[in-house]
């Protein structure tokens, strides 16, 4: 399986630093689709965004931004200004095109956002 | 609209006992896949289900363990003579499928299965 690689298992930060949490993806394949989620203290997995191989814009949402590099193989999210709401576990995740259609997950990254 | 909902959200079963793990998918959703999350083992996937294609299996750890998708709508995840590796918690996600574009999957709450 094409593996996807989150390095740090935990980050804890003071509210208002800015994270960045890396994220690091295998692929033979030319197209491709990467993927970040939410996991709040709820359980509930929610979705933050989709990026297709084919483009390597950068993405901001309101306090969320995205990073996607293929030269490097990185996928990586910052969160400016962090909120103690955003304290969860975020999962990268991958699907390549074709056949298999199920997400790869990374092993996650629990931040803590501390007040 | 409403969301993936799975039921029961909780199950303590004893070990050598069958369970029976529901799923709605979103309306409208023609793709339904099944997770375990375990604290050893990450998210990993089950199945697949995709329309009235034959389902991607290649996930499920053991013969105990089988799904089936009624009316290309609910599932129902089965692990037959649960052992205590069987607990973890169960997540359904659905999508809308398709070919040649992977939309995201939306997940529900999980079911939590504890074998004791």
């Known amino acids: 399986a094409q593996k996807v690689t989150q390095a740090q298992t935990e980050i804890s930060v003071v509210e208002k630093e800015d994270v960045t949490l890396d994220c690091v993806y295998e692929?033979?394949?030319?197209?491709?689709?990467l993927f970040w989620y939410k996991q709040p203290p709820s359980g509930e997995l929610v979705f933050l965004i989709r990026?297709?191989?084919?483009?390597?814009q950068n993405e901001i949402s309101g306090r969320y931004s995205w990073n996607f590099q293929k030269s490097t193989s990185s996928f990586n999210f910052t969160i400016t200004a962090s909120q103690v709401v955003d304290s969860a576990v975020y999962f990268c995740?991958?699907?390549?095109?074709?056949?298999?259609?199920?997400?790869?997950f990374g092993s996650g990254t629990q931040l803590t956002v501390l007040p | 609209g409403a969301g993936v909902s799975q039921s029961p959200s909780n199950k303590v079963t004893e070990k050598g006992k069958d369970v029976e793990l529901r799923c709605d998918p979103i309306?409208?959703?023609?793709?339904l896949y099944w997770y375990r999350q375990s604290l050893g083992q990450g998210l990993e996937f089950l199945i697949y289900?995709?329309?009235?294609?034959?389902?991607?299996k290649s996930g499920l750890p053991s013969d105990r363990f089988s799904a089936e998708r009624t009316g290309g709508s609910v599932s129902t995840l089965t692990i037959q003579r649960t052992q205590q590796e069987d607990s973890a918690v169960y997540l359904c996600?659905?999508?809308?499928?398709?070919?040649?574009?992977?939309?995201?999957?939306?997940f529900g709450p999980g079911t939590r299965l504890t074998v004791t």
């Open positions: 990026r297709n191989s084919f483009d390597e």
């Open positions: 309306s409208g959703h023609t793709a």
């Open positions: 289900f995709q329309g009235n294609s034959a389902p991607d």
């Open positions: 995740a991958r699907i390549s095109s074709g056949s298999a259609r199920q997400l790869t």
């Open positions: 692929t033979r394949d030319t197209t491709y689709y």
């Open positions: 996600a659905s999508s809308l499928g398709g070919s040649g574009v992977q939309y995201e999957q939306y």
